[in-house]
């Protein structure tokens, strides 16, 4: 049973537990499955929704009404009072002809304050989702893993909590009425509640990192690389991990389809590991980004990361994405926002080292838009794009020549000797340490019996293997 279900069945009841007043705001486990719902949205000024609608359709949401204020945010109650009160009016004398008829929710386009949240649903008596709970419901949704369920749990939590104590304040400052004293200590048992699962969700995520970082570190002991995915929501992560390790992982036309890591190997490369991961988005606060440190750390402190970018957005989609994807990895990897001087454009030991940009599903881009990203991508300060499609597998081989050049730098041709009496070990032998070593791409036999083999190699394992050769293998 969901905290909400409980709160609407304890209303009246005295329980000290119920978390009376706190009207439709959702807290503790939802329910996961929204599909089917039928929602009205509230928006105010000029802002652009698109982008939180096709979130809510994601989620399988109907917006049966979009209801437009023009003007700033009400600190109170997100709409005026009197706006407010007329949609409160209508949801609660509607009949079962009204177009809304089936609305059980109510959305604010806005990452609201807990005392709007609480204005707000106080007002409407249905449930109220401002676009962190939107969030935070569509991650819930599709949370698959314990890890990406204890990131999730925790953000909710946190948010929750907020709520908890707006509503604590208004009782202790009397703004509230009706609860008395029982009210107040429920509300502070509650909290105290959440602390403590709290403080247990972050011990299992420390503990979960924790194991993590040391495989990671297990990993490039020995001697694999790792490449790391980034991007806007939707950008194309997956289909590109698809493409280059051929492993099976959830492609979908939605929004946050992944929010976990998946790691897995390059095809034909075993040595070089790609982790794809959750996706970027604007607005998010970071308390509730954070929840997803972990996961990130898997793609970001990668040896080489990829910033990923669909070309076929509007340019103006792309610019606002790019945007935000860089501020996410700098603020990522060096813990700070950037300006508009990249550290990366003068440091060759820095960020520009370990970024490549990828421009993906240029198959279904036209010339003008790839044109117009190009550009948008140098004036950000971003290295110069690859522009791919996974589907049609353009710019692909291209792609995978970048990144392992990346990772070993130009490939370098060996020599491998035939046997002779001091050295009396098959050709074959070496012929497999080259194979054991490196990423081969093409063996010739020469006539005086000698094999020439064209590999990228790690300068490191190129120096193991020569040492190791009795002299049987050279570098052309
Ligand atoms: N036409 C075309 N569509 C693509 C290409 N790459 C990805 N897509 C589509 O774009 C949508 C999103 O792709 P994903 O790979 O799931 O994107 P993602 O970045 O992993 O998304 P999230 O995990 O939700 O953040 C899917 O419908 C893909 O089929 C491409 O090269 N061409
Ligand atoms: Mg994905």
Redesign the pocket.
């Known amino acids: 049973m969901t905290m909400t279900q409980r709160l609407h069945m304890a209303k009246g009841e005295e329980d000290p537990f119920v978390l009376a007043g706190t009207g439709g705001v959702t807290l503790g486990e939802a329910r996961t499955n929204h599909e089917g719902r039928q929602a009205i949205l509230l928006l105010r000024g000029n802002e652009d929704a698109s982008e939180f609608i096709a979130l809510v359709a994601t989620m399988g949401i109907t917006i049966t009404e979009s209801l437009h204020q023009p003007g700033h945010e009400d600190p109170r109650g997100f709409f005026g009072k009197g706006r407010l009160q007329d949609v409160a009016d209508e949801l609660s004398t509607r009949s079962k002809n009204h177009p809304w008829s089936g609305v059980d929710l109510v959305l604010l386009h806005t990452n609201a304050t807990p005392r709007q949240l609480v204005g707000v649903s106080d007002a409407v008596k249905v449930e109220v989702w401002d676009r962190v709970r939107l969030l935070l419901a569509l991650f819930t949704s599709h949370a698959a893993s314990i890890e990406a369920r204890t990131q999730v749990r925790i953000a909710r939590l946190q948010s929750d909590r907020t709520v908890l104590r707006e509503l604590a304040n208004q009782s202790t400052t009397g703004e509230r009425a009706g609860y008395g004293g029982g009210g107040i200590t429920a509300l502070q048992a509650s909290i105290a509640n959440i602390n403590r699962e709290l403080t247990h969700l972050r011990k299992r995520q420390q503990k979960h990192a924790g194991a993590q970082s040391e495989r990671r570190r297990q990993r490039s002991r020995s001697g694999a690389m790792t490449v790391g995915l980034a ?1 806007y ?8 991990f698809l493409n280059l390790s051929g492993k099976e992982v ?9 929010l976990e890591t998946t790691l897995g190997r390059m095809e034909a490369s075993p040595r070089v590991l790609l982790a ?1 991961t ?2 970027f988005i604007d607005h998010l606060p970071s308390a509730t980004l954070d929840a997803f440190r972990a996961t990130l750390a898997e793609a970001l402190e990668a040896d080489l990361l990829l910033i ?1 970018a669909d070309v076929s957005d509007d340019p103006v989609e792309l610019e606002r994405k790019l945007f935000t994807s860089r501020q996410e990895v700098f603020t990522r990897f060096y813990g700070e926002e950037i300006d508009e001087e990249f550290p990366w454009q003068n440091d060759a030991s820095s960020l520009k080292h370990h970024v490549m940009m990828v421009l ?5 881009a036209s010339q003008q838009y790839v044109e117009e990203a190009i550009a948008t991508v140098s004036a950000l300060g971003l290295p110069e794009p690859y522009i ?5 597998g353009e710019g692909m081989q291209e792609l995978k020549d970048a990144i392992l050049f990346h990772l070993f730098g130009p490939q370098v041709t060996l020599l491998l000797l035939p046997a002779h009496d001091q050295s009396p070990r098959g050709i074959e032998g070496y012929v497999s340490d080259v194979y054991e070593a490196g990423l081969v791409t093409e063996t010739e036999r020469l006539d005086d019996g000698l094999i020439s083999m064209t590999v990228w190699i790690h300068e490191q394992a190129l120096a193991r293997l020569i040492a190791h050769s009795k002299g049987r293998i050279e570098v052309k």
């Open positions: 991007g929501t939707n950008a194309g992560k997956s289909s590109l959830l492609v979908q036309d939605k929004l946050f389809s992944t794809d959750i996706g990923l993906t599903k240029v198959d279904q791919v499609s996974s589907h049609s």
